[in-house]
């Protein structure tokens, strides 16, 4: 029988359809077209995209030339803009605001691969350290209070371009969502003591049918209320409310198991299409310790149709057990372009 | 420059990204793949549905045969199922509740068509009327407090038959999206002495740059804050909470605007893609008289990605003001198959 199953953190039901089930092994593979033309993410394109903002290379190596590994750049068509003041001021009724924010591309890795599965686990941390250096910086603008990073890949899940790289949209507003897991957050710490988020570790710890890795800093599992087939959230064990406070050992760990996770979703369902969303507390606001920044990676196997729109509620066809179990009995197997990296240096 | 543009009954913020902008025109043709087989929902195939809820029929015609004009039906795969008891149980932290529910599909016609807009207006009217009846029937059980009615059409929207049909499901809580639209509402009305629906009517009729259609009782507009490229409300120009209450020539306006706007974007769009949602009161709650009922067509031209899915807020590349421009200016071309009615009965 279906259930109805809600979110702790958030006012959020999830049908999980057992009479429209799809077990793990139903789904096929993705067929997707390849891209004519050059990529302009690639090494020795450069040109063709704005001057970088940032990117970890090669000592002696040129700005906007190859030599990097990890870069950095504006969004070519930006959906906001840091030029914008953010002034609020009302049309009759609405209110409305300048396109004030950040948009940033992360190319992340000089190989032309779709996923952050097949690049080397040191090149997926030096991925997050990038992150964490785009989200120290952002917050030293005082009118931006969010920084959204986040990761499309495949068609389905609407990325333009092939070439692996994430994206960062740093917003004058703290999102809804944030603010709907917050407030979540706030109210289950002042009703029980404790922290929505570390009570769900130790129950995933206790129960483990929906634990992916367990790893030393990280957790990685199904939620019980998964909205979509194989959801996962990345968790940092530790209560820590501040992706930018992440340390060099938690880096290490959190590429790995992301890398794995990602590499198992992609032996078991060829092309998956994905996003993925870091949730962390906002900026240049009084500091919210309730909150328990995460990870979450949400395929894009369904589609999100009118029930999902006209409530916000979803119908999951795969129970996020069985999710876990096909993920966790899925082996790892990487592609044989392992190249080490020259000379990272990185200044924590 | 992009502009934030707040919902103004929700607390939601979309960018209207002008750098990325899409001109209504910019917009291709959409190629669907026509489905193999037999359509269960063809005149003749009745015994691959589940036995008939109710249809509107010929006088003599039998139940589970031809003779209907429109049929509701059970979901063969229902996500939810009236038979389950709304059991609230605690899992350890988790909240958990039987499937409860009601799952439906009307079949909007015996034409084998796409969409509501190749029907006559006179078709229109009677799926409104049979919106209506399973409306005010499902409301007889008082476990239910919610019946979403919603259309797919399309496969990007996540239709899975082209015949055309909308469906219904019931539910046992109030979802987030109509809970939040309530809130919103009674603030405004609290904070201003009015409905904010009204407002946004008052208010658009004067400025005239999103209005569609201004039919006798219902706007048709662009909303200010539209997620998604050519977004279109329909909402009663009376302040009215409950859809169950539509009069009949309520009724008649609602079909010929929804038909015109509907035509209008299949014209413009070969075979558009779009949700259709219609959002109303809540059921056996205590009555919500601040609430102002309306329908909302979300066109799935973009994909919901990872910023989407991450904040709640939207990107759309296409202003409201350009969408009701084109929609205006798009004249509607009906096809040739307008076919009479036999006998319709109803009883209001």
Known sequence: MSEWRK????????????????????YKEIVEEKKAGACPL??????????????????????????????????????????????????GIYSVMNGTGAHEVIVESTLHEPG???????QVEEVIWAWRD???????DPRLKYIQIFKNTGSAAGASLEHTHSQLIATPLVPAEIRQEMEGMREYW?????????????????????????????LVFAPFAS??????????????????QIREEQVKDLASALRAVLRKMSVMIKNIPYNMVLHTAPVNCPEDRHYHWHLKILPRLTVMAGFELGTGYYI?????????????????????HERPLTEVHRYV
């Open 316 to 336: 999951n066809p795969t129970p996020p057990e069985l999710a876990a179990h096909a993920l966790r009995e899925t082996q790892e197997v990487y592609p044989l």
């Open 42 to 91: 690639c090494p020795g394109n450069e040109g063709q995209t704005p001057p970088e903002i940032m990117a970890f290379r090669e000592v002696g190596s040129e700005k906007d030339t190859p030599g990097w590994w990890v870069r950095v750049v504006p969004n070519k068509f930006p959906a906001v803009m840091v030029e914008a003041q953010p002034f609020l001021r009302q049309r």
């Open 227 to 244: 909205r979509f087939p194989f959801e996962t959230w990345l968790v940092p064990k530790e209560h820590q409310h501040d992706f930018g």
């Open 190 to 218: 002042i009703r029980k003591g404790s922290c929505v988020m570390c009570d769900v570790i130790r129950q995933e710890l206790a129960e483990r049918e929906r634990v992916v890795i367990d790893g030393r800093h990280f």
């Open 116 to 122: 952050l599965d097949s690049q080397t686990e040191k």
């Open 7 to 26: 979110d702790p953190i958030v006012d959020r039901w999830v049908i999980i359809a057992t009479e429209r089930g799809k077990r793990p092994f139903d």
């Open 134 to 140: 785009r989200s120290l910086d952002l917050r030293k």
